[in-house]
T-cell receptor, first 112, second 112 residues
């Protein structure tokens, strides 16, 4: 079974803090994704990566950056957290482009 | 781009059948996914349709009409544990990265 894990289930940070969200997958998948999920808006893609050290912007990359130094790990970074970044953050991975995406359990981030 | 529409909420009683519709307007189309998401948990893969027609998987079936830009997920013999959000997502072949575009999700409430 594919397993995607995220470093925290719940996180509370203060405005202006730097925040790191970690995601690890154990199935040697090429592609990894970061989404945020807000009520009524569905899942929105922040960034994705199709290979180590490669990244592409999604639909809402502003205020975020990512890092993929190893194939199994994809990190989402909030350089200076703001209250409008309070959300559920979901990581996903897929073997190839267009394949089924498998999701981690999510991190509920609250920025005060 | 993609425009994906699904109803916000549906309510049905235990043992009944519910049909969740999803319509999409896309610049291209490769396939359509359905995911199930219980409250506070990650989305989990249910089905993937590429060709027209009905695909059955136990109590769940998914239908696709490419010419009409329409899909539905049919849930039969509803159980309380089927209370969840159901997400429709499409892939676009004009997108070289094979990204998924998600609808906002349909919240299904199963009552005793």
């Amino acid at each position: 079974d594919v397993k995607v894990t995220q470093s925290s289930r719940y996180l509370v940070k203060r405005t202006g803090e730097k925040v790191f969200l970690e995601c690890v997958q154990d199935m040697d998948h090429e592609n990894m994704f970061w989404y945020r999920q807000d009520p009524g808006l569905g899942l929105r893609l922040i960034y994705f990566s199709y290979d180590v050290k490669m990244k592409e912007k999604g639909d809402i990359p502003e205020g975020y950056s990512v890092s993929r130094e190893k194939k199994e790990r994809f990190s989402l970074i909030l350089e200076s957290a703001s209250t409008n970044q309070t959300s559920m953050y979901l990581c996903a991975s897929s073997l190839q482009a267009g394949d089924t995406q498998y999701f981690g359990p999510g991190t509920r981030l609250t920025v005060l | 781009g993609q425009n994906i529409d699904q109803p916000t909420e549906m309510t049905a009683t235990e043992g009944a059948i519910v049909q969740i519709n999803c319509t999409y307007q896309t610049s291209g189309f490769n396939g359509l996914f359905w995911y199930q998401q219980h409250a506070g948990e990650a989305p989990t893969f249910l089905s993937y349709n590429v060709l027209d027609g009905l695909e059955e998987k136990g109590r769940f079936s998914s239908f696709l009409s490419r010419s009409k830009g329409y899909s539905y997920l049919l849930l039969k013999e509803l159980q309380m544990k089927d209370s969840a959000s159901y997400l429709c997502a499409v892939t676009d072949p004009t997108d070289s990265w094979g990204k998924l575009q998600f609808g906002a999700g349909t919240q299904v409430v199963v009552t005793p």
